[in-house]
């Protein structure tokens, strides 16, 4: 067990209670020992941190992370997929069952559970798959992947194939008191215009992929699945969780569904709400239509799925999670190699290494006053708690006698990303070089610290 910590005078922030006040925090055998007060005895060998300036709040929850271990560790493993994620202020990641083999059985969850606990940094909660392979034909023994410690379910990097599949997950699933997560895509309308190897079409129908002479990935490819699993979870019950969502029509379909009460909850990536269309074109092209005339770049580390969307979609996006639309940021850090990205960009894989910037990039929306930080934060602690259910929600406070998950960042700090230094194996961003704002100083998990950042 690690030393007694105490940071003092940082402003902290606890989205479970509404609490917003500078005073101190006191770790303690694994568990928050003291909230607020400047008053009380410290314990002989307690590390004291000045966090003047700086916030403190509960670990970051990311409820979808691409950790590619069984199967993909030349692009991540879990050890570097956790340190990866402690960099960034996350004590929490939820892994995607696109793996090899598929989390589809109790014998992987397993083997999961056991890597994170030799990896020793941050908590890995995984996500079993929806279909048995991801085939999208049979269901997989959703109650046997629960027993083994599933969170939820989904065939991400696919949507749920049928509607009744669909239908049949929402029942099972909600019966078990889980959500089914959908990575919202119609195959028909996408694939069928995808002329590469690549994993989907990976930039937006609109004026860059006319730019560059690339075929367009449309929202209604999005919104048509969206609006199909919303009309079958009010047929079936249970909890509907949209991934990764990127239109404004996506957007209105979640928006109506929940005025209607029912129970669909929804998350929007880092990337999505802070970067456009435009990034495909690298750094030629980042503002209109007219300033991209003479950019021809092909900027394979911005393509994603889904693609970069319009800016009117990344404003209705950042409104939605600025009014509860959306419930949660997610990564979706899809770490890859540098192979698979430097090829011809229908022939480029899909993703972005996002868990060690996600905090800078986010941070421009606080800084240019779209978003208000104690919003930001409870959009990475408690929002995806509450999708997670209310066992987790002792994940996402600061409250006394709580496990210690505790972030403190810098929230004016100015660096520049260095990808080549990222814990993560996966360097793939169009964010190398770029100077963000806002940065994570010490990630604590389970009262260990997991990321000390104070001294660099």
């Not at 950790?67 to 050890?79: F, H």
Request: with cysteine.
């Amino acid at each position: 067990m690690s030393a007694p910590l105490l940071i003092r005078n940082a402003r902290l922030i606890d989205p479970s209670d509404g609490s917003d006040a500078v005073g101190d925090l006191l770790i303690k055998d694994g568990v928050i020992a003291r909230r607020g007060s400047a008053n009380g005895s410290v314990p002989d060998g307690t590390r004291v941190v000045d966090g003047t300036g700086m916030v403190v709040a509960p670990g970051f929850i990311d409820l979808h992370a691409h950790l590619r271990e069984p199967g993909g560790e030349d692009k991540e493993t879990i050890a570097t997929g956790t340190a990866a994620g402690a960099r960034g202020g996350f004590t929490t990641l939820c892994c995607m069952p696109n793996t090899t083999p598929t989390i589809d059985s109790a014998t992987v969850v397993e083997f999961i559970a056991r890597q994170a606990a030799d990896a020793g940094s941050i908590r890995v909660l995984p996500f079993g798959a929806v279909s048995r392979g991801r085939s999208g034909v049979e269901l997989t023994d959703m109650e046997e992947l629960a027993r083994a410690g599933a969170v939820g379910f989904t065939d991400d990097g696919n949507p749920v194939a049928t509607g009744h599949l669909m239908q049949m997950a929402l029942l099972y699933a909600g019966q078990l008191g889980l959500p089914v997560m959908d990575h919202c895509e119609d195959h028909s309308i996408t694939r069928a215009h995808s002329t590469g190897s690549g994993q989907g079409l990976g930039v937006n129908e609109g004026w860059v992929a006319s730019r560059l002479g690339l075929a367009g990935y449309p929202s209604a490819a999005e919104e048509s699945i969206v609006a199909r699993d919303i009309a079958l979870l009010e047929l079936a019950g249970g909890a509907l969780h949209i991934a990764h969502l990127s239109t404004a029509g996506g957007i209105a379909h979640v928006r109506r569904a929940k005025e209607r009460g029912l129970r669909v909850t929804a998350e929007a990536t880092p990337h999505h709400l802070t970067m456009t269309e435009a990034w495909v074109l690298g750094a030629h092209g980042r503002g209109s239509p007219d300033e991209a005339l003479g950019a021809a770049s092909y900027e394979t580390r911005a393509k994603v799925s889904p693609p970069l969307r319009a800016e009117t979609d990344r404003q209705a996006l950042v409104e939605a999670l600025a009014d509860g639309t959306v419930d949660a940021v997610a990564t979706d850090h899809a770490p890859h190699t540098f192979a698979d990205k430097a090829v011809p960009f229908d022939e480029a894989t899909v993703g972005l290494s996002v868990l060690e910037t996600a905090l800078g990039s986010l941070m421009g929306l606080v800084h240019g006053g779209a978003l208000d930080l104690p919003t930001l934060v409870q959009r990475l602690t408690a929002g995806p708690a509450s999708v997670l259910g209310e066992r987790y929600a002792d994940l996402a406070t600061l409250r006394k006698g709580t496990p210690a998950d505790v972030v403190l960042f810098d929230p004016d700090e100015s660096w520049v990303v260095d990808a080549a230094s990222f814990a993560s194996k996966g360097k793939n961003t169009p964010l190398d070089g770029e100077t963000l704002v806002g940065r994570v100083k010490l990630t604590v998990a389970g009262g260990e610290i997991a990321f000390d950042g104070l001294a660099s």
